[in-house]
């Protein structure tokens, strides 16, 4: 995939994808995006030791911001097609300490596994069960498989019993989903409108 580096709204840089003419973060900021609907909701919960899984990893702000604000991670696995991507996530925009943390598991994996694949199919490999899912698929209207019924029900059967989804699509087809897997459904942050 062709990207170029965008500045969002709060300083921090994000990606847009040429090919698809979409950005992977949210304009506000893709900083902001990733402490207030992927890592934040987390920090009210008291999961100890706390296992992660990351679907669609992309530049890694959600993996690298619950590096930075979660002390009482145990294991993360991360899901990305582009591995480009993720080794460009190396050196991109964040703490140095965490991108060489990143660089040094994806080369020999400790406590962060990747998987470079599509999620369709490592959701079907995966054998165990988190604690946490970041889900945050790609382009919902551009890329759709990403979010269909089919793959939130396989994903939802990898959650712990008291384990949290975080995602930033609300949309009704996407809740619909989660709803018909089973999964209580609520809002951790509410987007201000203009």
Not at 40 to 60: A, Q
Not at 157 to 165: A, D, E, H, P, T
Not at 174 to 187: E, P, S, T
Request: aromatic letters at 14%.
């Amino acid at each position: 995939m062709t990207f170029r580096i965008i500045e969002t709204k709060d300083g921090s840089k994000g990606l847009y994808n040429i090919e698809l003419e979409e950005v992977y973060h949210s304009f506000l900021g893709a900083q902001t995006e990733a402490i207030q609907k992927f890592v934040n909701p987390v920090k009210k919960l008291d999961y100890k030791p706390l296992s992660i899984l990351d679907i669609c990893y992309g530049v890694g702000y959600n993996t690298k911001t619950a590096l930075l604000e979660l002390k009482n991670i145990e294991s993360i696995d991360c899901v990305e097609i582009d591995k480009k991507l993720v080794e460009f996530s190396f050196n991109f925009e964040f703490n140095d300490k965490i991108n060489k943390t990143i660089e040094k598991n994806y080369k020999n994996p400790d406590f962060i596994t990747f998987y470079i694949d599509d999620i369709r199919k490592v959701v079907k490999k995966l054998d165990k069960k988190y604690d946490i899912i970041f889900y945050d698929g790609f382009a919902p209207y551009k890329d759709s498989c990403l979010w269909s019924e089919e793959l939130i029900f396989e994903v939802s059967k990898l959650l712990k019993k008291q384990g949290l989804i975080t995602t930033y699509n609300h949309s009704k087809p996407v809740l619909n989903a989660f709803f018909k897997a089973k999964m209580n459904i609520g809002k951790t942050i509410y987007d201000k409108k203009p």
